[in-house]
């Protein structure tokens, strides 16, 4: 009843809110004098061929900017830029006219300040009876009624979903239609008003992300039918020999290395259930060999593009592949889990050390019966597809294929077998195994970021940014690491990093000898930043509920108190990787 309660006051106050921007729109709207489009023809026309790019203050190009055309004041025609930022447009004047034809070209969006040019046509380029004009045109910000707007919309849905006030699919889904109907209502009557375009909401939806979320997920859920992930935790528990730390070790490998080629939360999924089935039959609590399976997690994932969803931001947006973040991460990621290690022999060790297993023969008997492959046939057919999709990954800069792609040929392949031998059923993998939720979340989330970007949040923050570091790239790449993982450790890194993508992209261009290493920092920061609470990451929150539900409770204090330290660890491992290694 209080959550109803809750939820009942956040939707009126949010469609309250709503309606006073509806009113005051319509309130503050000027009226604006409609003009004669008509052109008239000339008796002896010359045709003046006028073009050029709309570009902001960081030299990028705008589109859906508006362009006003006029010649001697009069109104001739009115364009909008493409998404290169390009205008063209023909005019046509009187020869007799030339002489004494004034062009005016206005330039206009919502956010920016308009500009106007004027040429003489009798000082344009010509060649028979064409005349030629091009220059580009740069556009000032202004924080206008849709910065703010868009801007207060952003953080109240970035409120939501990082402390889970409302499911974060709704809250962005509510956050981005919020945006969009302004836009087509205040914004119809008063341009100020004007976030974005629905055209706009749908190019700024990365599908690439999208659809390599799905491949992954269907191919996980065909794999998971085969009792793979349990053999594994079985496994470990055979090698260790009766050896809680070094089965705790074993499972630390297995989660990092599988955590990079899955992803983290399914990893954790899979892995968690079994683990706490073996720590119960040990009488020693799960929340200490899951605590650094967590970490580990969360390390595996940042080596690679597809292991964390803040990398899979970042590959797609800066264009890095799977190799890339192999070389780039790989040693630094190997460097933080040697150092895990240390710390979970400092601060668990003596509760792995206080387990004495009497019976190991009999209890691995126990698990070898429990942990079994149930289907080899699928399993091998599926292990054969992965190795084909993750060869597709390391060799996609020679096919220039989009990870996406591998993902969904692996996965239609794969699904395809499953289904037709009739090992999976294909309904019920669609239904279960297939996050929607968060593919959804992933969709809206791109449109919240699309609407901050196009009014100029990104813009004043990358700004901000380049002032205090002074342009200096130490500066840069120490503010993008330590604010990225501090940020995440608090807040979603999902929204976090999908929102630091363009300004990092801008500082990267501006700051001379920056190359991929401020991507790198992103990546690290937003990634291993994770590690330092409960809510950091999607892995953290996924593991301790499933240890809640089954009795096994801990609190954000607790969990912080162990793992924010080793987070600072990590992180000042990763600024000293990056200052002196520099990876390109």
């Given at each position: 009843m209080c959550c109803l309660k809750r939820d009942g006051i956040f939707l009126s106050v949010l469609f309250s809110v709503l309606f006073l921007f509806v009113f005051v729109s319509l309130s503050w709207a000027g009226s604006e004098t409609v003009q004669d489009k008509t052109v008239k023809l000339s008796t002896n026309p010359y045709t003046v061929h006028l073009s050029g790019i709309i570009l902001n203050a960081h030299h990028e190009p705008v589109d859906e900017a508006e362009i006003d055309v006029l010649v001697n004041n009069s109104f001739v025609e009115a364009l909008e830029t493409a998404k290169n930022g390009k205008f063209i447009s023909r005019v046509a004047i009187d020869k007799d006219q030339i002489p004494y034809s004034t062009i005016t070209i206005k330039a206009h969006k919502a956010s920016y300040v308009e500009k106007e040019m004027k040429v003489q046509a009798k000082d344009l380029a010509s060649s028979g009876k064409n005349l030629y004009f091009s220059e580009d045109i740069t556009l000032e910000r202004t924080l206008g009624p849709a910065f703010w707007i868009a801007t207060g919309v952003f953080i109240l849905a970035y409120i939501l979903i990082s402390f889970e006030f409302l499911h974060r699919t709704l809250a962005a889904m509510t956050g981005a239609t919020i945006m969009l109907i302004i836009s087509y209502t205040a914004g119809t009557i008063n341009p100020a008003y004007r976030i974005l375009s629905y055209e706009a909401a749908i190019k700024s939806i990365d599908m690439n992300v999208i659809f390599l979320l799905m491949g992954m997920m269907i191919i996980i859920?065909?794999?998971?039918?085969?009792?793979?992930?349990?053999?594994?935790?079985?496994?470990?528990?055979?090698?260790?020999?009766?050896n809680v730390f070094m089965l705790c070790l074993y499972l630390m490998i297995f989660t990092a290395v599988t955590s990079g080629f899955l992803d983290n939360v399914t990893t954790m999924l899979l892995l968690t259930g079994v683990t706490i089935e073996i720590c119960v039959a040990l009488s020693l609590n799960p929340l200490y060999m899951l605590m650094p399976l967590i970490l580990s997690s969360n390390i595996g994932g940042t080596a690679t593009l597809i292991g964390d969803p803040p990398n899979i931001l970042i590959g797609s947006f800066a264009h890095l592949s799977f190799l890339h973040f192999v070389e780039a991460l790989g040693p630094i990621c190997a460097i933080?889990?040697?150092?895990?290690?240390?710390?979970?022999?400092?601060?668990?060790?003596?509760?792995?050390?206080?387990?004495?297993?009497?019976?190991?023969?009999?209890?691995?008997?126990?698990?070898?019966?429990?942990?079994?492959?149930?289907?080899?046939?699928?399993?091998?057919?599926?292990?054969?597809?992965?190795?084909?999709?993750?060869?597709?990954?390391l060799t996609e800069n020679f096919w220039h294929m989009e990870v996406s792609v591998a993902a969904l040929t692996g996965a239609a392949l794969l699904f395809s077998y499953a289904?037709?031998?009739?090992?999976?059923?294909?309904?019920r993998l669609i239904e279960k195994d297939i996050e929607w939720p968060t593919l959804l979340f992933f969709i809206f989330l791109f449109m919240l970021v699309g609407a901050v970007e196009s009014t100029g949040l990104l813009d004043l923050v990358a700004n901000w940014i380049l002032y205090l570091s002074h342009g200096n790239f130490m500066a840069a790449l120490t503010f993008i690491l330590w604010i990225s993982a501090i940020m995440s450790a608090f807040v979603d890194n999902i929204p976090f990093t999908a929102t630091m993508l363009p300004i990092v992209a801008y500082l990267s261009q501006v700051i001379p000898g920056s190359a991929n290493t401020l991507w790198w920092a992103l990546a690290l920061g937003a990634c291993l930043g994770g590690n330092g609470t409960m809510i950091g990451a999607s892995a953290n929150v996924v593991t301790i509920g499933i240890a809640d539900s089954k009795g096994y409770k801990t609190t954000f204090g607790a969990f912080m108190k162990t793992a924010f330290p080793y987070m600072i660890i990590s992180i000042s491992l990763c600024q000293l990787w990056l200052m002196f290694v520099r990876p390109a």
């Open positions: 859920g065909v794999l998971k039918e085969t009792g793979f992930f349990q053999w594994c935790a079985y496994q470990s528990y055979r090698l260790a020999k009766g933080v889990f040697i150092a895990l290690v240390i710390y979970t022999k400092f601060v668990w060790g003596r509760h792995f050390d206080e387990i004495k297993v009497d019976n190991i023969a009999d209890f691995t008997r126990k698990l070898k019966e429990e942990c079994k492959i149930t289907d080899k046939k699928l399993l091998t057919i599926g292990l054969i597809i992965l190795a084909f999709v993750i060869f597709l990954f289904v037709v031998t009739e090992k999976v059923d294909l309904i």
